[in-house]
């Protein structure tokens, strides 16, 4: 069935670039969505990016946006988040998380609420700090 792994979290300092991998099994990214969120510690989940597997088209937090960037790779059913210029408040768990069976939208909110997605992968943690 659906399983998401995420991978590519570590260590970085201020300023520093790293590049999250979710691998997608049980679907194939062609009209679902894709969404990265995050959990800092003491805070609420809150969504990253996301990005709608038929045409390629991404939303962004605005904390993220001109620094983030949401590709997908079809054909090895994955979606990549290219974190660039990265701050310490950047710093959390990221999971991933799947919309299936269900509109496409990702506009008007939707691509970033927790609710509306249905599977998300163990989350791979991010650190930035010096």
């Known amino acids: 069935q659906v399983q998401l792994v995420e991978s590519g979290g570590g260590l970085v300092q201020p300023g520093g670039s790293l590049r999250l991998s979710c691998a997608a099994s049980?679907?194939?990214?062609?009209?679902?969505?894709i969404g990265w969120f995050r959990q800092a510690p003491g805070k609420e989940r809150e969504g990253v990016s996301c990005?709608?597997?038929?045409?390629?088209?991404?939303n962004y937090v605005d904390s993220v946006k001109g620094r983030f960037t949401i590709s997908r790779d079809n054909a090895k059913n994955t979606v990549y988040l290219q974190m660039n210029s990265l701050k310490p408040e950047d710093t959390a768990v990221y999971y991933c998380?799947?919309?299936?069976?269900?509109?496409?939208?990702?506009?008007?909110?939707?691509?970033?609420?927790?609710?509306?997605?249905?599977?998300w992968g163990q989350g791979t943690q991010v650190t930035v700090s010096s």
């Open positions: 998380a799947a919309v299936v069976g269900k509109p496409d939208s990702i506009d008007y909110g939707l691509g970033f609420m927790s609710h509306r997605y249905d599977y």
């Open positions: 990005i709608r597997s038929r045409d390629g088209r991404a």
């Open positions: 049980g679907f194939t990214l062609n009209y679902y969505v």
